[in-house]
């Protein structure tokens, strides 16, 4: 997996591309929402439009991203996931979990940025 960090005003996105999987994906993720977290960033978007593919572990590791980022008072939410991811959060029953956005401009106002 790959994964890119950008920002669009105080909102940073994290644009994941490849497999959201055990191993690598996941530590991945996790570490780049630590880091956020430790620099006191409290808009998060995770933005799943070219991730073809998550298993238990990277499921599991969007929920614990969740949960670190609600214990340092930060939103953390998802945008544009594709038709296969969005199927397997809803077996899952997390799709209430996340707030979920298929615009980016979207996505930032609801954090309550300009």
Do not use: C
């Not at 590791?61 to 980022?69: F, I, P, Q, S």
Request: aromatic share 6%; net charge negative; proline share 1%.
């Amino acid at each position: 997996m790959h994964l890119e960090v950008r920002q669009n005003q105080d909102v940073v996105i994290l644009d994941l591309k490849g497999k959201l999987t055990a191993g690598f994906g996941d530590q991945l993720l996790r570490e780049a929402i630590d880091e956020l977290l430790a620099e006191n960033k409290h808009h998060i978007v995770i933005n799943l439009s070219q991730v073809a593919f998550l298993d238990s572990a990277g499921l599991g590791e969007l929920v614990a991203g969740l949960r670190t980022a609600r214990r340092f008072g930060a939103e953390l939410k998802l945008l544009k996931v594709s038709g296969r991811v969005y199927s397997t959060l809803d077996m899952a029953r997390l799709l209430p979990t996340f707030e979920i956005y298929d615009d980016e401009a979207e996505a930032v106002r609801s954090f309550g940025a300009a």
